[in-house]
């Protein structure tokens, strides 16, 4: 079992819509959740972070996060072309592990002008 | 400001030869990553250090080694290259463990 699962797409929504990206974990000690977006032969940027339940948001993003459900989630409102890439979920890794990051594969979002 | 700076950008390598990657931060941070990508398979970290003096293996290192050589570098060797060790390599740094990590640019590696 991977310890970060992800959808891999593609995601396709129009321009203005609401693009949900939706990750689970399999360490239930992780501590730390990331969104990362990646272009194509890019590196990965840091878009949010979240540590506690609950949500959280920065401009149009807001990230989600159930520790119980072991689920992170990730809303993009008012979708642009230019978000168009891949969303990659990291996990902080549980106990000792907590130096460690695990990356899920990454889901592809389109978003159609 | 430059953040994470790794160096080269792209190699190619024969079967059998050694390299190193280069990577430096100019954040502070201490701890410092080496992940590779490839297609399909998202992120794997291949060996980490928590800070200056200490590193650690992640989920793939074998065929890799690395050295801190001080809190602003962390370098990845490959002894003898194999074509499963094409990859595209990323180097990434954090200020402590469970924070944010920062990118750098990336390495292409294709080994024929």
């Known amino acids: 079992q991977k310890e970060v699962e992800q959808n891999s797409g593609p995601l396709s929504v129009p321009e203005g819509a609401i693009a949900s990206l939706n990750c689970t974990y399999s360490?239930?000690?992780?501590?730390?959740f990331f969104w990362y977006r990646q272009y194509s032969g890019k590196s990965p940027e840091l878009i949010m972070f979240?540590?506690?339940?609950g949500d959280k948001e920065d401009g149009r993003f807001t990230a989600q996060l159930n520790k119980a459900s072991q689920y992170v989630s990730l809303l993009i409102r008012d979708s642009q072309p230019s978000d168009s890439a891949t969303y990659l979920c990291?996990?902080?890794?549980?106990?000792?592990?907590?130096?460690?990051?695990?990356f899920g594969s990454g889901t592809k979002l389109n978003v159609k002008p | 400001n430059a953040g994470v700076t790794q160096t080269p950008k792209f190699q190619v390598l024969k079967t059998g030869q050694s390299m190193t990657l280069q990577c430096a931060q100019d954040?502070?941070?201490?701890?410092m990553y080496w992940y590779r990508q490839d297609p399909g398979m998202g992120l794997r970290l291949i060996y980490y250090?928590?800070?200056?003096?200490?590193?650690d293996k992640g989920e793939v290192p074998n065929g890799y080694n690395v050295s801190r050589l001080n809190k602003r570098e962390f370098s990845l060797r490959l002894e003898s290259a194999a074509p499963s060790q094409t990859s595209v390599y990323f180097c990434?740094?954090?200020?402590?463990?469970?924070?944010?990590?920062?990118f750098g640019q990336g390495t292409r590696l294709t080994v024929v």
């Open positions: 990434a740094s954090s200020e402590a463990g469970g924070t944010e990590a920062f």
């Open positions: 360490d239930r000690g992780s501590q730390s």
């Open positions: 979240i540590y506690s339940n």
């Open positions: 990291a996990v902080s890794g549980g106990g000792y592990n907590f130096n460690k990051f695990y």
């Open positions: 954040m502070n941070h201490n701890s």
């Open positions: 250090s928590a800070s200056e003096g200490t590193t």
